[in-house]
């Protein structure tokens, strides 16, 4: 064929082409044409869906439908994660048929626990690894779900790691990879023990279980990360006051109790912890504390807080386990100063009644006794009680403070009847003088007739006055 006639030909064929072209586009422009839906046109030569196995081909154009039909819309895309979500395989498998792309809609299906559907997903070209790399990917998304794990996995699924299964609350994954041999010492890629990792980021039954299962494979109840203890996590969680609802076994204070039973060492700190709860939960934490190893100095720090809080309840038990007095730092105010200037009665007998010591009130400081009465100046009945309370413990009322000073001089010069009827009586000597000073003398010099007339009572004797 020459060049001339095929060119011919070519020119026959695209002036038929534009007349057919130019034919449609009026009858178009005849019937009204309507704006376009807000659609996305998907269709591939092989099944008419990218990616979809099955999916129905596009219909073929006609003169009396000219255009291709369009593709799924944005809310088919939603109703199709809406199906999976609901394990509905028939409206799936409707809107694949529709066009609709399946891309991560495989994690949806899983958390459904629709076996089937996953399987029909993975037939149809959804890969059983999709997702892997989520925080929470579909194998755990499917943790309940014994027989969608099952085919995920039985499909090439990876487990994921037990850090991850961990910080999601999966347990049945878990037994899964500890049964496989994870190591229950395992941390996070930031180094954090996994157990640490289950006690915080988990709550209730769940909790429980991997806690438990983690313990029995060998994780330590005493490892340390950043400070913190598998311990003092749960005892935050125990004072958060977050688990009212919990049921017993699955509560923060039974995890408590559940370290504590496997080696958790109990420091100062965990004592200190237990005693910030509110009242209900605070007597049966420190009972599940110490019943456990309590180290020596640890009571010793949760009675300087006790004093410091007015606790006593809390001191009374404390001193049941005993406390370490000789490890009270000689340069610290101890916890008997604290209570006696804040004239807690309650928490000084309490003290005095586990052996704290009342001779020295710190590296410069006075007797407990003397401090007592200092702290009674004002007279008022507390502490004038706490005075009482030091004597009938022991402590002597002729014992002389760093300045040489007794308590019964104390009082008289401060002007305290009451404290100085109460030293009397006690056995205070009323001559024992100070720089050459007696208490009356003191007292005289202070214009304190009160104490001048009670002491004189008692044998005080005035120096006579000079003759001039």
């Not at 704006?35 to 998907?42: L, S």
């Not at 994954?173 to 994870?182: D, I, N, Q, S, T």
């Not at 003397?370 to 502490?383: F, K």
């Not at 305290?416 to 050459?436: I, N, P, Q």
Request: proline letters at 4%; glycine letters at 10%.
């Amino acid at each position: 064929m020459s060049r001339d006639s095929a060119a011919a030909k070519i020119a026959v064929v695209v002036g038929i082409g534009a007349v057919a072209f130019g034919i449609a586009t009026l009858r178009a422009r005849i019937a009204g044409d309507k704006p376009k839906p807000d659609r996305v046109q998907i269709v591939t030569a092989a099944t008419g869906a990218p990616g979809v196995t099955g999916a129905a081909p596009a219909e073929a154009a006609t003169a009396e439908n000219p255009r291709t039909p369009l593709g799924p819309t944005r809310a088919d895309r939603i109703q199709l994660m809406e199906a999976c979500l609901e394990g509905d395989q028939a409206k799936v498998e409707a809107l694949v048929l529709k066009g609709v792309n399946l891309d991560g809609s495989l994690g949806s299906a899983a958390k459904s626990g629709n076996a089937s559907l996953v399987g029909w997903l993975i037939a149809h070209g959804v890969s059983a690894k999709e997702d892997e790399d989520l925080t929470v990917p579909p194998i755990l998304v499917a943790d309940e779900h014994d027989a969608v794990v099952t085919m995920l996995l039985a499909k090439g699924a990876h487990e994921p790691t037990l850090a991850k299964a961990v910080a999601v609350g999966a347990p049945k994954a878990v037994a899964r990879l500890l049964a496989k041999g994870a190591s229950a010492t395992s941390k996070t890629a930031e180094g954090e023990p996994v157990l640490m990792l289950a006690i915080r980021d988990t709550a209730g039954a769940k909790r429980r279980v991997i806690v438990d299962a983690l313990l029995k494979a060998g994780a330590d109840a005493s490892t340390k990360y950043d400070d913190d203890t598998p311990l003092s996590i749960a005892l935050a969680s125990a004072v958060a006051r977050t688990e009212d609802t919990e049921k017993a076994g699955d509560r923060a204070v039974d995890l408590v109790g559940k370290l504590v039973a496997k080696g958790a060492k109990v420091d100062g700190d965990a004592l200190v912890a237990a005693m910030g709860a509110e009242e209900d939960k605070r007597t049966a934490l420190l009972d599940v504390l110490l019943a456990g190893t309590v180290e020596r100095s640890a009571t010793l720090r949760g009675v300087t807080y006790a004093a410091d809080t007015h606790d006593a309840a809390s001191m009374k038990k404390l001193a049941a386990k005993g406390i370490a007095w000789p490890l009270l730092d000689p340069k610290a105010t101890p916890p008997l100063a604290n209570a006696i200037v804040g004239s807690d009665v309650a928490m000084v007998k309490a003290l005095l009644d586990a052996g704290a010591p009342m001779d020295r009130m710190g590296e410069d400081g006075d007797t407990a006794l003397l401090a007592a009465v200092a702290a009674a100046a004002g007279d008022s009945d507390d502490s004038v009680r706490v005075v009482r309370v030091l004597l009938e413990h022991g402590a002597s009322a002729n014992k002389r403070g760093r300045d040489g000073r007794t308590a019964l001089f104390a009082a008289a010069q401060q002007g305290s009847e009451a404290l100085v009827t109460l030293l009397v009586s006690k056995g205070a000597r009323v001559d024992d003088a100070v720089d050459g000073m007696t208490p009356i003398e003191a007292a005289d010099a202070r214009g304190h007739d009160g104490v001048v007339k009670l002491l004189k009572a008692r044998g005080g004797k005035l120096k006579k006055a000079p003759i001039d």
